[in-house]
């Protein structure tokens, strides 16, 4: 018996421990410690920018979506805009992230305008329930927020290590801007040879409903918020790896339940280009600037359209013959281990 009492107290006193030390490195950003150098480790944003704006009012408007739309930036949008913005989009964000978001922002805030941005292949992607990093705080769920922070104290050892590490590391790989939402990793090149592999996230999805992007048009709308929709410029290999059928029916859809919004994807000189592109999912800053100057310039740029249930089937025309003629304009890397 007193062994078995010495064994759980020694179990205890280590959990505890290694608690002390999750809390006091902090590297998801859950617990709110002041610790030096965070940036150097990748926090859950959600959880950091939500406990940001719940003192910070001075905001108007927000860009929402996954971290590809990390390049639309708040300094161009400010300034074409007139408004004040701030980044709230997130690694992997999903349909299901933005409506929340799109709630707690009507519930708490005076909004005047969003920026919502789209991508197919992540819309309905279920989150990974181990990675941490992408958790809804319970602001956006309803879990308990005991339930919710336990589950950063058992943060895999290795993983702690690894942020130790970088914090030891006089230069840092990643950087994350909590006044403006936007994050980057200093010197990160851009993409010039194809990936080797392409994570197909939509490959054999049957109807990519858009009811929650419905949901949130209509809540913002009601509450009147100016709406600006945008399909994000996709790289052309990976779009090319989609189901046409499906594709070509999600735009229908968000054209039908927008009433217009711009699209930057399709095959063209942009999307074509590795270059404007840091790897095979994530555009460059200077093409997120170029699509914002179309949003809000109302055009004239031959990149971007503005799609609306009037005109929707001329754009799936030309997207119909973008695949058609897809093989002999674009090499398609197949996805492949390795």
Request: aromatic share 12%; net charge neutral; hydrophobic share 40%.
């Given at each position: 018996?007193?062994?078995?009492?010495?064994?759980?107290?020694?179990?205890?006193?280590?959990?505890?421990?290694?608690?002390?030390?999750?809390?006091?490195?902090?590297?998801?950003?859950?617990?709110?410690?002041?610790?030096?150098?965070?940036?150097?480790?990748?926090?859950?944003?959600?959880?950091?920018?939500?406990?940001?704006?719940?003192?910070?009012?001075?905001?108007?408007?927000?860009?929402?979506?996954?971290?590809?739309?990390?390049?639309?930036?708040?300094?161009?949008?400010?300034?074409?805009?007139?408004?004040?913005?701030?980044?709230?989009?997130?690694?992997?964000?999903?349909?299901?992230?933005?409506?929340?978001?799109?709630?707690?922002?009507?519930?708490?805030?005076t909004v005047r305008e969003v920026l919502l941005t789209l991508d197919y292949d992540l819309q309905e992607h279920p989150y990974v329930?181990?990675?941490?990093?992408?958790?809804?705080?319970?602001?956006?769920?309803?879990?308990?927020?005991?339930?919710?922070?336990?589950?950063?104290?058992?943060?895999?050892?290795?993983?702690?290590?690894?942020?130790?590490?970088?914090?030891?590391?006089?230069?840092?790989?990643?950087?994350?801007?909590?006044?403006?939402?936007?994050?980057?990793?200093?010197?990160?090149?851009?993409?010039?040879?194809?990936?080797?592999?392409?994570?197909?996230?939509?490959?054999?999805?049957?109807?990519?409903?858009?009811?929650?992007?419905?949901?949130?048009?209509?809540?913002?709308?009601?509450?009147?918020?100016?709406?600006?929709?945008?399909?994000?410029?996709?790289?052309?290999?990976?779009?090319?790896?989609?189901?046409?059928?499906?594709?070509?029916?999600?735009?229908?859809?968000?054209?039908?339940?927008?009433?217009?919004?711009?699209?930057?994807?399709?095959?063209?000189?942009?999307?074509?280009?590795?270059?404007?592109?840091?790897?095979?999912?994530?555009?460059?800053?200077?093409?997120?600037?170029?699509?914002?100057?179309?949003?809000?310039?109302?055009?004239?740029?031959?990149?971007?359209?503005?799609?609306?249930?009037?005109?929707?089937?001329?754009?799936?025309?030309?997207?119909?013959?973008?695949?058609?003629?897809?093989?002999?304009?674009?090499?398609?890397?197949?996805?492949?281990?390795?």
């Amino acid at each position: 018996m007193r062994y078995l009492l010495g064994l759980l107290t020694t179990t205890a006193v280590l959990l505890g421990t290694y608690g002390l030390v999750e809390v006091g490195v902090d590297e998801f950003g859950v617990f709110g410690t002041p610790v030096p150098r965070r940036e150097v480790c990748m926090p859950n944003t959600r959880v950091v920018k939500l406990r940001y704006l719940e003192s910070h009012p001075q905001y108007d408007a927000f860009v929402l979506g996954s971290s590809r739309a990390n390049s639309y930036r708040v300094e161009t949008l400010d300034r074409l805009s007139g408004r004040r913005y701030y980044n709230l989009t997130s690694p992997m964000e999903n349909a299901q992230g933005m409506e929340g978001w799109v709630r707690w922002l009507v519930a708490h805030r005076t909004v005047r305008e969003v920026l919502l941005t789209l991508d197919y292949d992540l819309q309905e992607h279920p989150y990974v329930d181990s990675d941490l990093f992408v958790k809804d705080p319970p602001e956006f769920t309803g879990t308990p927020r005991a339930a919710f922070t336990a589950r950063y104290l058992l943060t895999p050892p290795d993983q702690l290590a690894a942020c130790i590490r970088a914090k030891l590391n006089s230069s840092p790989a990643y950087y994350f801007e909590v006044r403006t939402g936007e994050e980057y990793q200093p010197g990160r090149p851009t993409m010039v040879l194809a990936p080797r592999r392409i994570e197909m996230f939509a490959g054999g999805r049957g109807d990519p409903n858009v009811d929650r992007l419905a949901a949130m048009v209509g809540l913002l709308r009601a509450h009147g918020v100016v709406v600006r929709v945008a399909v994000d410029p996709v790289w052309a290999p990976r779009l090319l790896t989609w189901n046409a059928s499906t594709y070509a029916l999600w735009i229908r859809n968000v054209a039908e339940v927008t009433g217009g919004f711009w699209d930057f994807s399709g095959v063209s000189r942009v999307t074509l280009e590795n270059a404007n592109y840091y790897d095979d999912v994530h555009f460059t800053r200077e093409i997120g600037n170029r699509a914002v100057r179309t949003m809000f310039g109302g055009g004239g740029d031959s990149f971007g359209f503005w799609v609306t249930p009037a005109n929707v089937e001329a754009r799936l025309r030309t997207i119909e013959r973008d695949y058609a003629d897809g093989p002999t304009r674009v090499r398609v890397p197949m996805p492949r281990d390795g």
